[in-house]
């Protein structure tokens, strides 16, 4: 059976409906349907009291729904940074004079509170409709939850009826202020209809952990108050009225998460180190803005990979949506809020890593081999005015002394001295605009060919630090392309060749007093930590959701058995005799 564009499966009694994971964990409970308000504007349109009378309960309205708001801060006080962001979002729209200026115009004509409300909202909601990115668009949604909750105040509407607690929660879409209200009832899970995972609804159900599954088309149909209800927020899944068999199963997947929680929840607070004492700087990467409401980003020991290609909106600019000049401005703003977030830790921004196998439809040719062409620092050096918009944008958001800039894809020394010339051309002319910065942040390159390792005491004279990209790494220096199935096989970044490369870049490094870091896929690999440790990483940064896990697996190992460890492994000959060595299937 299909319903809208979600697949349901049924087997016997139960129904599975799939969706997207929003917020990981499993969660058990009784479906709670949360119906869509019904506003008829016929009985709210014309009013018989005064336009003073109509524009008093406007501002009341406001008053009363700011009091909620400072209720659920203090509830929340200072405990999750996330949440009193979305509040006080919610308050800059509250005031927003626009609105206001909108809202009064229509009450003068004659109109009612609520009309003016929802006429006034509907209006800049429909304008953001027509933006085209899709981020700008999930704003309309928010802006229809807050409208809808000054409806419901203004016709006296209770935000969370009497849900029980440990319900599963549906619902068409909801406001962060509903979110929080729902957290401090206690629910067990969210079903959302629509909305995406950067909604304020997602993004406030991660930080609270209530596991959650969005983009259900009608869900609020299809379920019953009372059904009994399992999801799973990793998969995107849920199973209404489960059999016994399924709902045993699935109370055992909600105890080893529990246990493994524990385990992880018991070394949080702790710093990372090996058991006999060796520090290490466990970072995050960060790929996407809305990695920044994840919880265990912050308890890191900052960011050790800015991927600024996906962080900023790189197609709007190329589709001319705004000027360099612009897109300079947003990069900015983007880059401080990340360094503002996470400070006083230390934010390694990567510049523009694009060509080869990311956005291709920015380029207006077909390479015949992309991995080996135009691509990372070459397509930068190329671009001059794009890049220096980019390390401008750095550097005015450096004024916290808290980031890094990092080059992608460096191979040739002339590319290091090129890159700096342009640095320090941009660092004059923010000095001659009046603009603050970090005149001394620091600067580093990606290690990620051979060419680059093997020149690692060369580049040190130019660089303050390192960082390994073990994907590229072990592409280049096995020439394997792990996305191709026919030599996927080759591909290993345990092997011999290429631990033998990461050891030569790091002894060199630190002949020249370098920190070096490393931030591939293999940092996340169970079986690396002994081998990370062995080879002496000053940092190693990893996905947000892999930083516990990886700290726990730190907190495990003796260093000088890694270092012996290692030691056998550099003496193996083949990939498939390290991966036996270190057990790895």
Same mark, same amino acid.
């Given at each position: ?54 524009? &008093? ?65 509907? &209006? ?58 729902? &957290? ?5 899970? %969210? ?157 390694? %921004? ?114 303050? %630090? ?120």
């Amino acid at each position: 059976m299909v319903m809208g564009k979600t697949k349901y499966s049924l087997a016997l009694n139960e129904t599975v409906l799939k969706g997207i994971p929003a917020s990981k964990g499993y969660a058990i409970g009784k479906a709670f349907i949360i119906k869509d308000l019904t506003f008829n504007n016929s009985n709210h349109t014309e009013v018989n009291t005064s336009k003073e009378d109509e524009l &008093k309960r406007f501002f009341q309205t406001i008053e009363d729904y700011e009091n909620e708001l400072v209720s659920y801060s203090q509830k929340i006080d200072g405990q999750n940074p996330v949440a009193l962001d979305m509040i006080e979002s919610i308050k800059l729209i509250l005031h927003d004079p626009d609105i206001h200026e909108n809202v009064k115009r229509l009450i003068d004509s004659g109109k009612s509170a609520e009309y003016s409300v929802l006429k006034t909202f509907q &209006k800049f909601e429909n304008q953001l409709l027509l933006i085209k990115s899709k981020l700008i668009r999930e704003r309309a949604l928010e802006l229809s939850q807050i409208r809808n909750r000054l409806l419901e105040l203004l016709i006296n509407k209770k935000l969370t009826s009497s849900v029980p607690e440990g319900s599963v929660v549906v619902a068409s879409s909801l406001s962060a202020d509903q979110v929080i209200a729902f &957290k401090e009832k206690k629910v067990a899970g %969210f079903i959302i209809e629509m909305g995406g995972v950067t909604t304020h609804c997602s993004i406030l159900a991660r930080s609270f952990r209530i596991p959650s599954v969005i983009s259900v088309p009608n869900a609020t149909k299809f379920l019953k108050d009372g059904d009994e209800v399992l999801i799973d927020g990793y998969k995107g899944i849920i199973i209404v009225n489960p059999t016994e068999k399924t709902l045993e199963d699935f109370k055992a997947k909600i105890e080893d998460e529990s246990q493994i929680q524990k385990e992880l929840g018991e070394i949080l607070y702790l710093p990372t180190q090996t058991k006999d004492g060796t520090k290490v700087e466990l970072q995050a990467n960060l790929n996407f803005r809305q990695e920044l409401d994840e919880p265990e980003l912050y308890h890191s020991d900052g960011i050790g990979l800015v991927r600024t290609e996906h962080l900023v909106p790189i197609n709007e600019f190329y589709n001319h949506e705004f000027t360099l000049d612009e897109f300079e401005q947003i990069q900015y703003e983007i880059y401080s809020e990340v360094a503002v977030k996470m400070y006083p830790k230390i934010v390694t %921004f990567r510049a523009f890593d694009l060509g080869g196998d990311k956005f291709p439809s920015l380029f207006a040719y077909n390479e015949a081999n992309p991995m080996l062409g135009f691509r990372g620092i070459r397509y930068l050096l190329a671009n001059r005015a794009f890049f220096k918009a980019q390390l401008r944008a750095f550097l005015k958001a450096s004024i916290e002394k808290n980031i890094q800039i990092m080059l992608p894809m460096i191979t040739t020394v002339e590319e290091i001295v090129e890159s700096l010339k342009l640095l320090n051309e941009c660092k004059e002319e923010l000095t001659r605009d009046g603009f603050e910065f970090d005149s001394d942040v620091k600067f580093g390159i990606m290690i990620e060919t051979p060419a680059a390792a093997l020149q690692t005491r060369v580049f040190a004279k130019y660089v303050d %630090f390192f960082s390994i990209g073990t994907n590229d790494l072990t592409q280049y220096t096995l020439v394997a392309d792990r996305d191709n199935s026919h030599v996927s096989s080759y591909f290993s970044p345990f092997h011999p060749s290429v631990l033998a490369l990461m050891k030569f870049t790091i002894d060199e490094a630190k002949r020249y007093k370098k920190k070096v870091g490393i931030c591939g896929e293999l940092a996340s690999h169970p079986a690396a930590a002994s081998i990370l440790v062995g080879l002496g990483f000053d940092t190693i940064s990893v996905s947000i959701p892999n930083l516990l896990q990886v700290k726990k697996w730190i907190s495990e190992i003796d260093s000088n058995n890694a270092k012996k460890l290692l030691k056998k492994a550099l003496k193996c000959e083949t990939a498939e005799e390290v991966s036996k060595f270190l057990d790895i299937e």
